[in-house]
């Protein structure tokens, strides 16, 4: 089993519409929570950022981290067709030469439809 | 502009050659890594190094080897033992601590063997 599981899609939906994508996790010690857009034969760029459990808004994406459920979500409001990409969750530990050893899902591949 | 510079884009190798990918960054990181990418698979960390001339393995180190003789630059060697070479191959710079907005990717090189 994958430390971290991401559901691949594909995900198609119309312009405007809520997108909604989530990963699990097993490993009870990451702290820091990180989403990732990814463009086609590009290196990802980072979205989102958040430490422990809560919620994070910036602009029309929305993070969750439920670390009881061990389950982090990523909301897209207002969908445009330039969110068409992949998108990466990815986890660290807390300390030392833990903090910048990221563990990514295996990505979400997003269409969002005129 | 501050970032990281991949070099270069593609690469093809014949079977039983070495290959370098050349990675440096103009951030004053002291984090490097590299990740390999492959179809549904996310990314996964093959090296990573926070100083100069020390370096760890990652998940996936087999096959590789890497330096770090400066502190912009963080070459990686795919060699012939590596059996399956073909992905695409990703280098990252951070600071040291946890991870956030300064974790930054670079465009990456899409390595093929032929």
């Known amino acids: 089993q994958k430390e971290v599981e991401q559901d691949p899609g594909p995900l198609s939906v119309p312009e405007g519409a809520i997108v909604s994508l989530n990963c699990t996790y097993s490993?009870?010690?990451?702290?820091?929570f990180m989403w990732y857009r990814q463009y086609s034969r590009k290196g990802p760029e980072l979205l989102m950022y958040?430490?422990?459990?809560g919620n994070k808004e910036d602009g029309r994406f929305t993070a969750q981290v439920d670390k009881s459920s061990k389950y982090i979500s990523l909301f897209i409001r207002d969908s445009q067709p330039s969110d068409s990409a992949t998108y990466l969750c990815?986890?660290?530990?807390?300390?030392?030469?833990?903090?910048?050893?990221?563990?990514f899902g295996q990505g979400t591949i997003l269409t969002v439809h005129p | 502009d501050g970032g990281i510079t991949q070099s270069p884009k593609y690469l093809f190798r014949k079977e039983g050659q070495n290959v370098t990918l050349s990675c440096e960054q103009n951030?004053?990181?002291?984090?490097m890594y590299w990740y390999r990418q492959d179809p549904g698979q996310g990314l996964r960390l093959i090296y990573y190094?926070?100083?100069?001339?020390?370096?760890q393995k990652g998940d996936i180190a087999e096959g590789y080897s890497v330096s770090r003789e400066k502190k912009e630059s963080f070459p990686l060697t795919v060699t012939s033992a590596q059996k399956n070479p073909t992905a695409f191959y990703l280098c990252?710079?951070?600071?040291?601590?946890?991870?956030?907005?300064?974790?930054?990717f670079g465009s990456g090189t899409r390595l093929t063997v032929v």
């Open positions: 990252a710079s951070s600071t040291l601590g946890p991870p956030g907005d300064g974790y930054t």
């Open positions: 490993n009870s010690a990451f702290q820091y």
């Open positions: 958040t430490y422990s459990s």
């Open positions: 990815a986890m660290s530990i807390a300390g030392g030469t833990s903090y910048g050893k990221l563990t």
């Open positions: 951030l004053n990181h002291d984090a």
């Open positions: 190094s926070q100083i100069v001339n020390d370096f």
